[in-house]
């Protein structure tokens, strides 16, 4: 049974179901959105069983998943400082690298040491943006893209995961923000539009893809919101501001 959505239909939207590919096997495909965490727990809890244990920090293991959730960064790699985009494969390894063609990585600061939720950045920010996990969020500076790249956690050894799925926040309009699967030789195996809560504030929205057929990714591009986090940019009209709360994604393993 496949299920369209519609973004005019509700300020809640909460879907589980099997999504085809035109390339491989249908992956299982979970989403979520509505205006509080509540509204997408269980589609972040289904996606998170899907992919077993969360195996934490460091080491390797056969299964599981890894999970990112920003609020460990230390204030000096926090706003108004740049994220490094190592940092959870060195610093914290998790296996993931970022990649962005703007300038950088910024994590929201915490309470009493900047503007919170990218205020630092655009004093109407903090009024738009909403923590699923509290309290920090994850953008990249200058663009709206992000790659996440893959490795043994740890190591500079490629890997590739079975599953990524990510938390945005503020997702406004249809079609703004999605994220793209890629397997070996940048093949995209998948894509799909993350869903949206039309003309809210401080919203959440949810996408996770896992792959059962063997499918193995090796990188993901996310696309967060049609325009850039800046001072002159606000939220709202054509232009929808997004940034990003938990990653989660199966543990890496070596790329074959």
Known sequence: MFTKFYPSATL??????????????????????????????????DFRNALGQNNGVGGTFPNGRREINWDGVPDNFAASNKLPPDF?????PRGVFFQTPGQGFQVSANIGVAPIEFGNLNPTYSSIF??????????????????????????????TVNG????????????????????????????????????????????????????????????????????????????DIVVMDDFIYGEPQPQR
Do not use: C
């Open 88 to 92: 959870f494969n060195v610093d914290s």
């Open 130 to 159: 909403r923590v699923f996990s509290p309290q920090r969020l994850f953008t990249a500076l200058g663009s709206n893209i992000t790659n996440v790249l893959f490795f043994v956690p740890g190591t500079a050894k490629k890997a």
């Open 12 to 45: 809640f939207l909460a879907i589980s179901f099997l999504m085809p590919t035109a390339t491989l096997a249908a992956p299982v495909v979970r989403k979520a959105a509505g205006p509080n965490a509540a509204t997408i727990q269980s589609a972040v809890d």
């Open 164 to 239: 990524f799925g990510a938390i945005f926040t503020d997702v406004d309009r249809w079609g703004s923000t999605k994220i793209e699967y890629f397997g070996a030789n940048n093949k995209l195996l998948f894509s799909d539009f993350v869903p949206n809560v039309p003309n809210s504030k401080e919203s959440l929205s949810f996408l996770g893809v896992v792959f059962n057929q063997g499918e193995r990714i090796y990188r993901v591009r996310i696309t967060s919101g049609n325009t850039a986090l800046s001072y002159n940019n606000n939220d709202g009209g054509t232009k």
